[in-house]
């Protein structure tokens, strides 16, 4: 069993910068994907950026060049620097991890006032 646990969020203003930052523990096969997805009020959850174990990148193109995605993987913790952050960023983001099998961050409310 695989656990995340995030942090980082709060509140911030608009063309501000926040990085959230999630530790994965537990049983993770060494080929995995990590990310992030968001949900926002009213919204259903998308995919904000993932990392492969790898090293591919696949971002959402709202956050292109705006957010990016790290991850070490001697510590399983992925990153999300989020630079220049708009009202519509407003959302709790989840941490993901998959490796065959989905798990779940708890979620971390990010609030960009404008």
């Known amino acids: 069993q695989v656990q995340l646990v995030e942090s980082g969020g709060g509140l911030v203003q608009a063309g501000g910068s926040l990085r959230l930052s999630c530790a994965a523990s537990g049983s993770i096969f060494s080929i995995n994907t990590m990310g992030w997805y968001r949900q926002g009020p009213g919204k259903q959850r998308e995919l904000v950026a993932s990392l492969t174990s790898g090293g591919n990148i696949n971002y959402a193109d709202s956050v292109k060049g705006r957010f990016t995605i790290s991850r070490d993987n001697a510590k399983n913790t992925v990153y999300l620097q989020m630079n220049s952050l708009k009202p519509e960023d407003t959302a709790v983001y989840y941490c993901?991890?998959?490796?065959?099998?989905?798990?779940w961050g708890q979620g971390t409310q990010v609030t960009v006032s404008s």
């Open positions: 993901t991890l998959w490796d065959g099998v989905r798990s």
